[in-house]
């Protein structure tokens, strides 16, 4: 026995209710429902399958991903957080620093910036760095690490005019910033950071520190690949999220006034008000005799943030539905800017098929 | 005028708030601009440096006035005057004179460990081969001067030139530096002297009472009503004296005048005086000269006259008593040429009232009354300690110039110049001495209170500032009395109600609002004179009878306590002296008040009252009006324009009491004579910083007025530049998302101590019961929380008699030629190198001392010459970087090494929070990022917050505080911050912004599970609370211990982290393991994991002995081996050395079958 076209609907809505939200956990697996199989079929997920981007630039992406499950879905979100490698400063070598700033909360800002460079090299050529164990050398090599090094040193403008007041045009040096690390290849690097692929930071205008006349900061920085479960700077994005699809099914028609009390309710361009068009007020139901009249008409759902407005109002409290799809997941993706935002998604998704392969292979060595 | 930058500019700014200059004003809602402009005149902590800048301008002169005159006994034509005492400018006090004295900042003496003092001057006149001698600038002492005083250095400073100095704009000053560290004074709260407390009580009956302070003695004095007699008492009088008496002894009174005195025409009053009379008629006292001597033969012989030298002839009793009254008894009434009325109408009134308490119970007054309190500060403390140095050096002075006179034949005349100096040390030693150990002893009151300073704590700016506040109770903690503890009403507006400790002190440590003023003595010469000369409706009590004195209608005028003259229109006459004042013809804070109840008017000119200022209102309209704000706004009239012009006022606790005061300017009626200018500023600075306070449970604003003293944050712009013994700093404080005015008066915005945490309140994990709190691991990641340790090590290289001196010794190398480990971060001069790392048991400083400091090095009384290690190490277990190594030498010309050492520390699991609403919690798990639930913005909370926190605490600003903080994020406007007490901005109104921004109107959003990826099925509460870091860390707590060091004495484990002690198995423990029979346990834990050892025993004498033989019984046979604790045989070897024998006597468990 197969469900109706309207079960299934029903049973892919999350209900936002004015204080709960219902039907949370999705209930399409075998034996749920009696005398129905909805066991995992490849063909059934392959032809349902879609993502559809809304918004695609390097620092961010949102886009919809369709019939999957929230356990998939999380996944990807989750090692776009935590599993997509990113190169981050990890090791600062303070030679000197006469600056304000302390060594510690120096090289603590230092790592958090983010850098960009040739992705075949950050990709292909780049591996990771593995910590020495105890006794054991650092074996710092054009694979595994990055040098870049910090030297500024903060002096007087000869050329300001006497009666400046900003410090930055007083002083040489006054602000470090980003731009203020420079890039040294060791090794192959050169070939695959080189030109427009050289190792930069990703906003040249990150302050680092402030620094008055006769202040020098040099140090020399080591980069290395590392993971988002390590530390944050290792995150490729700055969040990836997703949200359920909202639904808005207005149960009974909303006209007149109510209509655009009912449109303030939401974002801008959830619902348009139309008028109520002839034919329909002709027709029996609820627009009779209600021509050009507003009513509401949910146009795109997609912008609500569902604040859950009109539920508080009691006109409207019976009137609308409030939901969301349980398998539309509209992602957004911010990068820090070392990969592009969609870049990030498939790398998580090829990271996905790698951990699936290594668990494969632990389910055939348990069955056997 | 030189503009001050104190910061309080920006709130006077037309342009402030987004106002504009051509916004309309209205009184309504800009009042509250005269307390910035309060502040900008007084500061908050002006009470002290005002106290202090009377000391020193006014009272160190008056004082030596008093004692201006030194005569030589040995030596009639002899004498030395001083005629002028100055202050001058802190000074260097270097121990050599060839160094330049020049004049020395704060910031200094901090680093240097020197007192940061004045030097005091004095011209004197004295007598020399019979010419007068005129020599003046002579040094006499030095005294600590208080910072931001009008002594200091930075006492009108500004911004750049307190740059200069290394000092913090923001620091509030009125604090001393004794020895490189900072010395508060505390406020001390006092009952009011020379005013008449009458009270009831079960062992004395009805009685008034009143302290005499003058500046000879303080004294008290009782009138005490029992068994229907009323009597005197005194502490120099053996035994109370029947009041008649003392009437009799004042002389000039006849009975009915007495009578009249006391009763006036009341006929109950006089039934119940009449008694009185036959006490004396017992004691056979009619005359005045029967009286005195009555009076003087119960005087104590040995009180304070008679201690002096014996070389006064003995006098008779009558003089005695005549004494007793004119100069002991009520001795702030001074008698001039034995003109004893006065005196007599004070007892009277004294008498009266006490007749009037015991007819009506309610006439009593009430000791917590804070009227009846007077708080004293730095500059009277200062004043009566430096008094009686000054009368001690004086004493000292005198001794030195008769021994000088005694001598037969001296060669030269007497020069006062040198000892004047040397005997001023005792002065300087003395004022020292006194603040650095917080022991005030003044001889002549037997004062002797301890704890009157304290350290100036730096643990955040608002510790420092809630410090400067804080007022202290002289009563004793330890007593269960309830009353001085409780919230009295009229502490309303002049102290915070909600900063106090809880715990034993409770109530009785209090702090200021942040209106307060407390007034310094403005003198009652003006009064008086006004009176006497001005106004024709009050004239002299002196020349009026008794009678006169109580008709009805007929008001006695009180100056500072004592009856001074009568009125019969007080209303009239209290108008007046209102009016006078409010044109400045008096002073602002001299304050009138009408007791009806005993028809009196009272005026107060006196120190240490407490008062705050207030808008008139006449009838029925402010006299404030917006073209007076917007004169303030143009910085076109200040504070003290307004006070002039008669637009506010200061009104005592007492003049409180006649006035009615409206809170809003809607709630005027015409019967309201004052207007309310905040009411936040019932709280104070410390109390301010809670946003909606109005709204929590008022105990949890009393937790976090503690709590807000232990946040890490900024300390002061100078941070970096102190070397504290502790500093904690935070690495990214921010200004709070919600803040109050007051946050903006005190400065607590460019000082934080917190950051704005993202909160949802929801459960996670289940590590988050008990209060605790999970964070979010990448926000620890990027520096929520992050904090800085700062410690301080001094080394001191001393030189000894001997002339031999520390010194820095070199590095130490092993044999191969290398540095060891020990001293690896040590530079070539022996002291750590800037920037290394330190771990535990490296040595920062190599300092070594000479083996040989006792001898005097003088021929063959010598020493070797090598040194010993006295290095300073590193001893904490977690590593830390020097930070900085500072040298220079100290007062005493020896130099001063300090090291300080640096941790940064982020948070880490046991670490405790808390927020602005006295919710503290500890760190219970540390999430992952990707963990964490998210909401659909994509969202992700810094801290999750289990709900449970809620209910039982009603901690609504809380809510209040987040929803609004929410509401200025969204909306990306400041002006929603606010969430003062009382003008809190609606919250209806951040809903209405939620709203707009595509929230929910009441905080709580949907959100997603990070772990299943699948939506929570509850909206979640979430927006930024501002989280403040507290100090107490689990890396400074953690502790454990195997094996470790022992006590000598008992060879058990030592005791405490620090000593790397065992975990004490204590009393109830024991206990517990009793009950349960684990025997075994028992013994491992008190005897085998402590204290075990072995001993040899002889059996037969049951006496210790040693290597298995017996000393008494001279055999190896009996003797045996056991086990006991160590301090149980400690025990036997000490009683035996006090002759307490001891044997034990031995069983086996399992007896050997004979």
């Known amino acids: 026995m197969k469900p109706s076209k309207e079960e299934l609907e029903r049973r892919n809505i999350v209900g936002v209710g004015a204080e709960r939200v219902t039907n949370v956990t999705s209930t399409d697996y075998p034996g749920h429902f009696p005398g129905e199989d909805h066991a995992w079929d490849l063909g059934y997920f392959r032809d349902n399958v879609t993502i559809e981007f809304h918004k695609n630039e390097p620092l961010e992406a949102e886009f919809s991903l369709i019939g999957v499950d929230a356990s998939i879905a999380n996944a990807f979100r989750r090692m776009m957080i935590a599993d997509v490698p990113t190169f981050a400063i990890e090791t600062v070598h303070m030679e000197k620093n006469t600056s304000v700033i302390q060594d510690e909360v120096l090289s603590h800002r230092l790592g958090l910036i983010p850098f960009k460079g040739g992705k075949t090299g950050f990709r292909k050529f780049m591996k990771f760095y593995k910590k020495p164990e105890d006794g054991e050398e650092h074996s710092y090599v054009d694979f595994n690490t990055i040098q870049l090094s910090l030297n500024v040193e903060c002096t007087h403008n000869k050329k300001a005019a006497k009666n400046e007041t900003d410090v930055t045009k007083l002083y040489n040096h006054a602000h470090v910033y980003a731009s203020d690390i420079e890039f040294n290849p060791v090794g192959r690097q050169e070939q695959y950071f080189s030109g427009d692929n050289a190792i930069v930071p990703v906003h040249p205008d990150i302050l680092i520190a402030k620094m008055r006349p006769g202040q020098q900061i040099n140090c020399s920085l080591l980069m290395h690949k590392g993971v988002g479960s390590d530390h944050a700077k290792f995150s490729p994005v700055a969040t990836a999220s997703y949200r359920l699809m909202p639904t808005i099914k207005i149960k009974s028609p909303i006209l007149g006034e109510d209509a655009k009390k009912f449109q303030k309710c939401f974002p801008k361009g959830v619902i348009e008000l139309q008028t109520v068009t002839r034919k329909e007020s002709k027709e029996e139901g609820p627009f009779k005799g209600k021509e050009g009249e507003w009513k509401a008409v949910v146009v795109d759902p997609m912008r609500d943030t569902v604040s859950r407005e009109c539920l508080r109002h009691d006109e409207f409290k019976d009137k609308v539905e409030l939901g969301r799809k349980r398998d539309h997941f509209i992602y957004s993706v911010e990068s820090t800017g070392q990969w592009r935002s969609d870049e990030i998604f498939l790398e998580a998704v090829a990271l996905f098929k790698e951990k699936a392969k290594k668990f494969e292979h632990q389910v055939i060595n348990m069955a056997r | ?1154």
């Open chain 2, 1 to 1154: 005028m030189t503009v001050l930058d104190d910061g309080f500019e920006a709130l006077l700014e037309p342009f402030y708030n987004g106002k504009k200059l051509t916004d309309p004003i209205s009184t309504k809602e800009d009042k509250y601009q005269l307390l910035p402009a309060f502040l900008k005149v007084k500061g908050l902590v002006k009470q002290h440096i005002d106290s202090y800048n009377y000391f020193i301008n006014q009272e160190i002169k008056d004082i030596v006035k008093a004692n201006r005159l030194i005569k030589s006994d040995q030596e009639e034509s002899f004498w030395l005057e001083f005629t002028d005492i100055r202050v001058g400018k802190p000074t260097r006090n270097d121990y050599s004179d060839v160094v330049s004295r020049s004049e020395v900042n704060p910031m200094e003496c901090r680093l240097r460990d020197m007192t940061y003092a004045a030097d005091v001057v004095v011209d004197i006149v004295y007598i020399r081969d019979r010419h007068k001698i005129r020599h003046n600038n002579v040094l006499l002492c030095r005294i600590p001067v208080m910072l931001k005083s009008a002594k200091c250095c930075l006492s009108g400073a500004s911004n750049s030139e307190m740059e200069v100095m290394n000092e913090c704009p923001l620091d509030p000053g009125g604090y001393f530096i004794i020895g490189g560290t900072e010395k508060v004074i505390l406020i001390q709260e006092q009952l009011s002297k020379n005013r008449v407390i009458v009270e009831a009580d079960e062992k004395m009956g009805v009685h008034a009472s009143v302290t005499s302070s003058t500046h000879e003695r303080k004294s008290k004095t009782y009138v005490i009503l029992k068994k229907e007699r009323i009597t005197l008492a005194h502490n120099i009088l053996m035994e109370p004296i029947p009041i008649v008496i003392v009437f009799k002894a004042l002389g000039g009174l006849t009975d009915c005048e007495i009578m009249e005195l006391v009763a006036g025409g009341d006929a109950r009053y006089q039934d119940d005086f009449l008694i009185n009379f036959d006490e004396a008629t017992k004691a056979g006292v009619y005359t005045q000269q029967q009286a005195l001597e009555y009076v003087g033969q119960r005087v104590k012989m040995g009180g304070p006259r008679g201690r002096q030298f014996g070389s006064a002839p003995r006098r008779s009793h009558a003089e005695e008593g005549l004494d007793a009254l004119a100069n002991i008894i009520i001795a702030h009434v001074t008698i001039q040429g034995l003109e004893f009325y006065p005196k007599a109408i004070y007892i009277a009134m004294m008498v009266r009232r006490v007749l009037m308490a015991s007819h009506n119970p309610k006439l009593v007054d009430d000791r917590d009354f804070v009227g009846n309190k007077r708080l004293e500060l730095a500059g009277q403390l200062l004043s009566l300690l430096f008094e009686d140095l000054f009368k001690g050096f004086v004493s000292n002075l005198k001794m030195n110039m008769e021994n000088f006179f005694k001598k037969p034949n001296r060669t030269s005349a007497y020069d006062p110049v040198g000892p004047i100096k040397g005997q001023g040390a005792f002065i300087t030693q003395g004022l020292n001495r006194a603040i650095q150990s917080g022991n005030w002893t003044v001889k002549r009151f037997n004062m002797n209170r301890a704890g009157v300073t304290h350290v100036l704590s730096r643990l955040s700016y608002i510790a420092a500032l809630g410090m400067m506040t804080r007022i202290s109770s002289q009563f004793e903690k330890t007593r269960k009395v309830s009353g001085p503890r409780a919230l009295q009403m009229s502490q309303w507006g002049m102290l915070c109600t909600s900063d106090t400790p809880e715990g034993e002190a409770c109530g009785l440590v209090k702090n200021l609002a942040l209106m307060t003023h407390i007034t310094t003595d403005v003198g009652d010469e003006a009064v008086k004179e006004w009176i006497h000369g001005v106004d024709s409706g009050a004239e002299a009590i002196e020349n009026f009878s008794g009678t006169e004195m109580h008709t009805a209608g007929a008001y006695i005028v009180h100056l500072n306590g004592t009856p001074f003259a009568l009125t019969h229109s007080p209303k009239r006459f209290a108008a007046r002296f209102r009016t006078l004042r409010r044109r400045g013809w008096l002073s602002p804070f001299a304050s009138i008040h009408i007791n009806s109840h005993f028809s009196a008017i009272h005026i107060a000119t006196d120190e240490g009252r407490i008062c705050r200022p207030y808008i008139i209102v006449q009838n029925g309209r402010s006299k404030l009006k917006p073209e007076h704000l917007r004169l303030l706004q143009l910085g076109k009239a200040s504070f003290d324009d307004f006070l002039t012009h008669g637009i506010v006022e200061y009104l005592d606790v007492n003049e409180e009491n006649d006035t009615l005061v409206a809170l809003y300017e809607h709630d005027i009626v015409p019967a309201t004579t004052h207007l309310e200018i905040e009411p936040f500023t019932i709280l104070g600075a410390v109390a301010g910083l809670i946003p909606f306070p109005h709204h929590n449970q008022s105990p949890r604003n009393t937790y976090q007025c503690a709590m807000g003293k232990q946040a890490i944050g900024a300390i002061a712009y100078n941070q970096f530049n102190r070397i504290d013994t502790l500093l904690y700093t935070l690495v990214y404080p921010q200004r709070p998302m919600v803040i109050t005015k007051t946050i903006q008066l005190v400065h607590y915005d460019k000082l934080p101590a917190g950051q704005n945490a993202t909160v949802v309140v929801m459960s996670y994990s289940g590590y988050d019961i008990e209060d605790a709190l999970v964070l979010n691991k990448a926000s620890l990641d990027r520096g929520f929380g992050r904090c800085q340790v700062f410690r301080k090590y001094t080394a001191e290289l001393q030189s000894y008699p001997n002339g031999r001196r520390d010194r820095m010794g070199g590095v130490a190398k092993d044999e191969d030629g290398l540095v060891i480990d020990k001293h690896a971060i040590l530079d070539e001069d022996g002291m750590a190198m800037v920037g290394e790392r330190v771990f535990s048991g490296n040595t920062m400083l190599k300092k070594e001392t000479p083996v040989d400091k006792g001898t005097t090095g003088i021929g063959t009384d010598r020493g070797p010459d090598d040194f010993s290690d006295a290095s300073l190490n590193y001893k904490i277990a977690d590593a830390a970087y020097i930070d900085k190594v500072m040298i220079s030498t100290n007062e005493r010309d020896h130099p001063v090494i300090k090291v300080q050492t640096r941790q940064t520390r982020r948070p880490e699991l046991g670490d405790k929070f808390s927020s602005r609403h006295g919710q503290k919690g500890v760190v219970g798990i540390i999430v992952d990022q990707e963990d964490m639930p998210f909401a659909d913005s994509g969202l992700v909370p810094d801290i999750i917050m289990n709900p449970h926190g809620f209910p039982s605490r009603m901690t609504v600003g809380k809510l209040f505080e987040c929803l609004t903080g929410k509401a200025s994020i969204v909306h990306g406007r400041p002006e929603h911050g606010f969430g003062d007490a009382f003008r809190s901005h609606p919250v209806e109104e951040m809903g209405k912004v939620l709203v707009e921004h595509g929230f929910s109107w009441e905080g709580k959003d949907y959100f997603t599970s990070g772990i299943t990826g699948e939506p929570l099925e509850c909206y979640i509460y979430n927006g930024p609370i501002y989280y403040q870091r507290l100090k107490h860390m689990v890396q400074d707590k953690m502790h454990s211990r195997a094996r470790g060091p022992r006590a000598i004495l008992t060879r058990q484990p030592t005791e405490g982290r620090s000593r790397d002690g065992g975990l004490r198995l204590g009393e109830m423990e024991r206990d517990c393991l009793i009950a349960y029979g684990a025997s075994q346990l028992l013994l491992e834990r008190l005897m085998y994991s402590s204290d075990v050892t072995q001993i040899d025993i002889c059996q037969k004498c049951g006496l210790f002995g040693y290597k298995g033989y017996c000393q008494t019984c001279k055999s190896t046979r009996e003797v045996t081996q056991m086990n006991m604790p160590y301090a149980a045989k400690l025990l036997v070897q000490e009683l035996v050395s006090m002759n307490v024998g001891v044997r034990l006597e031995l069983e086996d468990t399992f007896p050997h079958e004979k």
